[in-house]
């Protein structure tokens, strides 16, 4: 069988039990959206948001790049994070970064990649804003820093979005969250509410 088709076959098997333990979970799926989280995280394979915070498809609304930038220029981002506040009217928006995140360690580095170091060139400012306090640590401790850094940066650009401040402005209630994920023991990390300091795993 091929990739494809197992993908297809694991899919009808995955329906297929969903509706045995649930025969109407499909048809409240269907009927509407109303998360009261948006989840703003990374691409990478190994960070899957609803598992992580063992929440059913519905009851959190994503959007996904790498190295879970938020930027005041990319549209795609901003779309939904725009939908999920005025029209979700989700009441969290957590950004959650990764530590061992390629991105990061990429921007970290000098070797090119192509079209993604401009995209990852917003990292690469962010490390020279913070190069004092990143050059007293070892490769592997600078790339766990950078990581939190770059969650609690891009929770601060959602906090200074038009977006947020018209929604606050009107009296909405939304919280920002910056969290960070350990790949090796699947922990999540409240970066707002820890002591100050290096937090990695």
């Not at 649930?22 to 190994?46: H, M, T, V």
């Not at 913070?130 to 490769?139: G, Y």
């Not at 402005?169 to 920002?176: L, M, T």
């Amino acid at each position: 069988m091929s990739e494809i088709k197992q993908l297809l076959s694991n899919n009808e098997a995955w329906s297929e039990q969903i509706k045995k333990d649930d025969p109407e979970f499909f048809n409240k799926l269907a009927k509407q959206q109303s998360p009261e989280y948006l989840w703003i995280g990374c691409s990478d394979s190994r960070v899957p948001a609803n598992q992580i915070v063992g929440l059913l498809p519905g009851d959190i609304f994503v959007h996904r790049n790498v190295a879970n930038l938020v930027v005041h220029t990319d549209f795609n981002c901003l779309s939904v994070l725009q939908y999920a506040v005025d029209v979700l009217k989700v009441r969290h928006v957590i950004v959650c970064g990764h530590y061992g995140c390629g991105g990061v360690d990429a921007a970290l580095g000098n070797q090119q990649f192509g079209l993604i170091d401009n995209w990852l060139g917003h990292i690469k400012d962010l490390a020279y804003k913070h190069r004092e306090e990143l050059s007293q640590l070892n490769s592997h401790d600078k790339s766990a820093r950078m990581c939190e850094l770059n969650v609690m940066e891009q929770a601060d650009n959602v906090k200074r979005s038009n977006i947020i401040k018209d929604a606050r402005a009107r009296g909405q209630f939304v919280q920002i969250h910056s969290w960070i994920y350990s790949l090796r023991n699947g922990r999540v990390t409240d970066l707002d509410n820890s002591p100050k300091g290096f937090k990695h795993d």
